[in-house]
């Protein structure tokens, strides 16, 4: 009675083996089938004996071969268990059995590992819509990284004043955004040449603009995507530069404002890489937000350079006289070179602008312009501070060259005007300072301008056409020429 | 062959000076063994961490410095320290694992690199060979990809299922990641300390990682190698077939190629006594 029972519980847990609501398989510790039940060959296709004796990796599809040779037996052996790991397994008709798989591993007395038991269930359904699912959400990642992307670039671009603080951000963004080892921007200089404006020089090359490998590079039509693989690459010699930098793709964009090409933005990638039309998509909108930014710095610059010219004589505007100013008595401070400002008011300019009214008073400023700057040295900036004063800023001067300059600016005003104003005279009251041995610290810019000033109004007391010179510093004063 | 957890890695020196500097924390560098031995580095292939060596490194306590290390991403490494464009080829692991081995001032060192690490290895002594007295590498591919006159075993969309696998197992990675209950029913202190160690990876980083791992080329470096190289080889590897190790044997002028008796990709945990044995004969 006791066999006939033992057979029956042994028959029982058989059938609950065979014919589980899962598959069930057990292979050695390395992987070999020993034993599978009767759902795993009803789902899979298989005969037992052409299951048993072989590696279950060998029934999985390649990709999940990798995924279960790396990762689940790493984490298997050293877990002792795998749970619900999604692999794909090769129906005996070829087709794709999606499956989930538990493993455990089985000890003997001492703890040594034994076999390894395997659970699998029917993933079809379900990895079917995973699938879908996961497609979806790469889709949309990718969507909300590119706006994310595109965002921050139009938030942190626009910020740029200047060509090298856009190339660095542009750099920045792009590098992080695809993931390259090295991104460059190139700017077109004056003569037409392209300079490195930020990154690392791509394939080590500075400058793009010669008949090398690298032209192909310099001016692309469009965005340019090139492998070290691709035939334009080795036919053009790049194949080999590339190789040298440990380079496998590169990106080439050009940065243009309405087909006149500023520069080009280059990637490089240290392994093999391939972009979708997204990708290159928003390649270009950075390109495109760049070349915006890029366009409105240069406007900006140029009106800086409009406003640092006085536009009726073309002379330095009052902001360029104080900017250089500036520069000069800095740099008299460490050179200890003198300098030299001298400020002039013409003297009988009211009386013209008043009879012959504005437009004659402006080509008198205009021809006064260009007299003064005819007589200074080379080197002297002559400038306008407005209405119709003049300065002129002479550095490492002497005091005998100051008196030439003084001279010579005399008698070039007190020439005769030409046109509408032949029959006036204008003469100019000068005043000079002059430091000796570079500006002291304590002396800021502004305060010489009004020394300057200072100086020329007591030569406008002292009667129309005189100058007075004020020297300051270590030289014994010369004849007629107080010292502060 | 089922592990017993071992001490946590904190007992281990970090560093020589015993200060954690930033190179060790960023790898999660871990110093044992017999600190007037010759230098050895474990480095470990894609989808584990350092925990990958633990039946292997016991072997070299005595006569070797027995240093191991997480890939900046996976393990104990700051993953803070990870960005995809440095990582986005193998040379920036390489350039890690210099920059590991400077700062331990190590020379003549024996590399071990599994799988992936294989290659990291000769992309590093190619960079700088100084530091570097012999690359043993463990099944190592340098593509995975068939190409013309090449078996590398894969196809792209093979590789491209495998990553849509990485997605689907998510979760999986997650739970994973779940409590370790084996081995130290006494200890579940040490049970969460290795929960945390064991195998566990950013999602994110592992996809990229992957996609890096599987999907370059480095047959070309292989040519330049000047350190003498072993390497080592299991029947029946999938991952990096024979025809790959033979591959990998004749472009490294000088190099040995041993089949061990063990089955699979992963001998450093499937037949660590064939592995150890194989790397003694060799140094020997």
């Known amino acids: 009675m006791s066999d006939a029972g033992d057979r029956g519980v042994e028959s029982i847990f058989e059938d609950l083996y065979e014919h589980a609501p899962c598959g069930h398989l057990s292979t050695t510790i390395n992987g070999i089938i020993i034993r599978v039940n009767e759902t795993l060959l009803k789902w899979t296709g298989y005969q037992r004996e052409e299951l048993v004796g072989q590696p279950f990796v060998s029934f999985l599809r390649p990709g999940s071969q990798l995924m279960f040779e790396t990762r689940y037996l790493s984490v298997l052996h050293l877990r002792g268990e795998v749970k619900e790991v999604a692999v794909s397994f090769r129906h005996a008709n070829g087709t794709a059995l999606p499956m989930m798989v538990n493993s455990t591993v089985t000890t003997d007395g001492n703890g040594e590992p034994v076999t390894i038991r395997t659970a699998v269930f029917d993933a079809s359904e379900r990895q079917e819509y995973e699938r879908e699912l996961l497609a979806a959400q790469r889709k949309a990642e990718a969507s909300e990284t590119r706006i994310r992307v595109l965002q921050n670039a139009s938030r942190v671009l626009t910020e740029a004043t200047t060509d090298t603080a856009l190339a660095n951000q542009l750099t920045k963004i792009t590098r992080e955004a695809f993931a390259a080892s090295n991104v460059s921007m190139y700017l077109l200089n004056a003569e037409g040449k392209l300079d490195l404006a930020s990154g690392n020089p791509a394939l080590g090359l500075l400058d793009l603009s010669g008949d090398g490998p690298a032209r192909l590079l310099a001016r692309p039509e469009g965005t340019m995507i090139l492998s070290r693989a691709d035939p334009l690459a080795k036919s053009s010699g790049l194949a080999e530069v590339m190789r040298g930098a440990q380079v496998e793709t590169l990106v080439s964009v050009p940065l243009s404002e309405e087909a006149s090409p500023l520069g080009v933005l280059i990637s490089s990638f240290a392994r093999s890489r391939s972009f979708e039309p997204d990708d290159i998509g928003l390649y270009e909108a950075l390109a495109r937000q760049s070349t915006q930014v890029l366009t409105r710095i240069h406007l900006l610059q140029q009106l800086e350079r409009l406003t640092l010219i006085d536009p009726l004589t073309g002379l330095a505007s009052r902001r360029l006289i104080q900017k250089r100013l500036s520069d000069a008595v800095t740099l008299s401070r460490l050179n200890h070179r003198s300098i030299a400002l001298l400020l002039i008011d013409l003297d009988g300019f009211k009386l013209i602008n008043d009879e012959l009214g504005h437009a004659t008073g402006d080509s008198v400023l205009s021809e006064v312009g260009s007299r003064l700057s005819s007589v200074v040295r080379h080197g002297d900036l002559v400038g306008r501070l407005g209405g119709d004063e003049f300065v002129v800023l002479c550095e490492d001067v002497t005091p005998d060259e100051v008196d030439r300059v003084v001279e010579r600016l005399h008698a070039t005003l007190r020439k005769p005007l030409t046109g509408r104003a032949s029959q006036k005279r204008v003469t100019g009251s000068i005043g000079t300072i002059l430091y000796l041995g570079g500006v002291p610290d304590h002396i800021p810019p502004d305060l010489i301008l009004e020394q300057a000033d200072e100086a020329m109004y007591r030569s406008k007391r002292a009667g129309k056409d005189q100058d007075t010179t004020v020297i300051v510093g270590d030289a014994s004063p010369a004849e007629g020429h107080p010292v502060l | ?284």
């Open chain 2, 1 to 284: 062959m089922l592990i017993e957890a071992g001490p946590p890695s904190s007992e281990a020196t970090t560093a020589a000076s015993g200060v954690p500097s930033a190179v060790s924390r960023r790898n999660n560098v871990t110093v044992s063994g017999n600190p007037d031995g010759r230098a050895i580095v474990f480095a470990h292939g894609f989808g584990c961490n350092q925990s990958a060596w633990r039946l292997v490194t016991p072997a070299f306590l005595a006569d070797y410095k027995v240093i191991v290390f997480d890939h900046v991403g996976a393990g104990n490494s700051d993953a803070s320290a990870y960005s995809f464009w440095k990582y986005d080829s193998l040379l920036g692991y390489a350039d890690d694992l210099l920059e590991i081995l400077d700062e331990l001032d190590v020379t003549d060192v024996v590399y071990v690199g599994h799988s992936v690490s294989g290659m990291i290895g000769v992309l590093a002594a190619n960079r700088d060979s100084s530091r570097f007295g012999a690359l043993v590498l463990v099944t190592p591919s340098p593509r995975y990809i068939n190409a013309p006159g090449y078996a590398g075993g894969f196809e792209v969309e093979d590789i491209n299922s495998m990553l849509d696998d990485l997605d689907s197992n998510y979760f999986g990675w997650s739970s994973i990641m779940a409590p370790l209950m084996m081995g130290n029913p006494d200890r579940p202190e040490l049970g969460n300390e290795l929960t945390e160690n064991f195998c566990s990876t950013d999602p994110t980083i592992a996809r990229h990682f992957a996609r890096v791992t599987f999907l370059s080329d480095n047959r070309e470096d292989l040519p330049l190698v000047t350190t003498p190289t072993l390497i080592l080889e299991c029947s029946a590897d999938i991952v990096a077939p024979a025809a790959v190790a033979r591959y990998v044997h004749q472009q490294i002028a000088g190099s040995t190629l041993v089949t061990l008796a063990a089955t699979g990709h992963i001998p450093n945990l499937s037949a660590p006594d064939a592995l150890t044995d194989a790397i003694f004969a060799y140094l020997k």
